[in-house]
C-alpha cells in the first residue's frame, strides 16, 4: 500500500537553530515527491518537486534531498517567519492522485 | 493572476442541512481534487475529476457529491448524510501531475 510518514509531529527550534524533517515514502514507481509549507487557516504552498534519487533543491533557508525511501526537508539558521505545518506528498502508482503525509509543525522561536 | 479561490471562507451548516462550497480555478489546469484535513490527521481525498464530465470517488466520498460541467469549476455539496462534516476542505488543481497540487485558501466547515 502507497504511504507516506513524517516526522517528528512536531519540532521547537531557536532561531538560528539548524534541523531536519523527515519524510519516508513506501509507492510502486515513484514520479515524484512534493514538499509543501501550510500556514495556520490556509491552504498548502508548493516549495519543491524532487523526482530521482540524489536530487536536491534548494529556496531561501530550506533544502530538500531526496533518496530511493526517504526525502529530507534541511533548515538552515530558521527565522520565526519559517514557522509552519510542513508536508510531503507523492502520487499514487500510475495516478496524478497526491497521498500526504501528516505533516510536521514546525514552530521557531526568536 | 493564476489561482485558485475557495468560498466562502467560513460556513457554517445546521443539523439535516446540505451546503455547497465553491471551487473556481483560471489556471487552465485540467484536474481538480478535494480534500478533507482534519487536526492530527493528513490530508484526505474526497473526490476528484480529470476531466469535464467525469468524477472519481476518492477515499472518503460517503456523504458528499461534487459536478464538474465547467473546466473551471468543481463544487463540492456536504449533504446531511455525511455524519461529522466540521473540518477543513481544500480544493486543488493540476495540470496532469506536473509540478504537483496549486491549492485553494480552504474553507473551514462548522455543523452547529
Known amino acids: 500500500e502507497d504511504q507516506v510518514t513524517q516526522s517528528p509531529e512536531a519540532l521547537r527550534l531557536q532561531e538560528g537553530e539548524s534541523s531536519s524533517l523527515n519524510c519516508s515514502y513506501t509507492v510502486s514507481g515513484l514520479r515524484g515527491l512534493f514538499w509543501y509549507r501550510q500556514d495556520p487557516g490556509k491552504g498548502p504552498e508548493f516549495l519543491f518537486t524532487?523526482?530521482?534519487a540524489g536530487e536536491e533543491k534548494e529556496k531561501e533557508r530550506l533544502k530538500a534531498t531526496l533518496t530511493k525511501k526517504e526525502s529530507f526537508l534541511h533548515i538552515t539558521a530558521p527565522k520565526p517567519e519559517d514557522s509552519a505545518t510542513y508536508l510531503c506528498?507523492?502520487?499514487?502508482?500510475?495516478?496524478?492522485?497526491?497521498?500526504f503525509g501528516t505533516g510536521t509543525r514546525l514552530q521557531v522561536f526568536p | 493572476d493564476g489561482g485558485i479561490t475557495q468560498s466562502p471562507k467560513y460556513l457554517f451548516r445546521k443539523e439535516g442541512q446540505n451546503v455547497t462550497l465553491s471551487c473556481e480555478q483560471n489556471l487552465n489546469h485540467d484536474a481538480m481534487y478535494w480534500y478533507r484535513q482534519d487536526p492530527g490527521q493528513g490530508l484526505r481525498l474526497i473526490y476528484y475529476s480529470q476531466i469535464v464530465n467525469d468524477f472519481q470517488k476518492g477515499d472518503i466520498a460517503e456523504g458528499y457529491s461534487v459536478s464538474r460541467e465547467k473546466k473551471e469549476s468543481f463544487p463540492l455539496t456536504v449533504t446531511s448524510a455525511q455524519k461529522n462534516p466540521t473540518a477543513f476542505y481544500l480544493c486543488?488543481?493540476?495540470?496532469?501531475?506536473?509540478?504537483?497540487?496549486?491549492f485553494g485558501s480552504g474553507t473551514r466547515l462548522t455543523v452547529v
Open positions: 486543488a488543481s493540476s495540470l496532469q501531475g506536473k509540478d504537483g497540487y496549486t
Open positions: 506528498a507523492v502520487p499514487t502508482y500510475n495516478t496524478d492522485k497526491l497521498i
Open positions: 524532487l523526482y530521482s
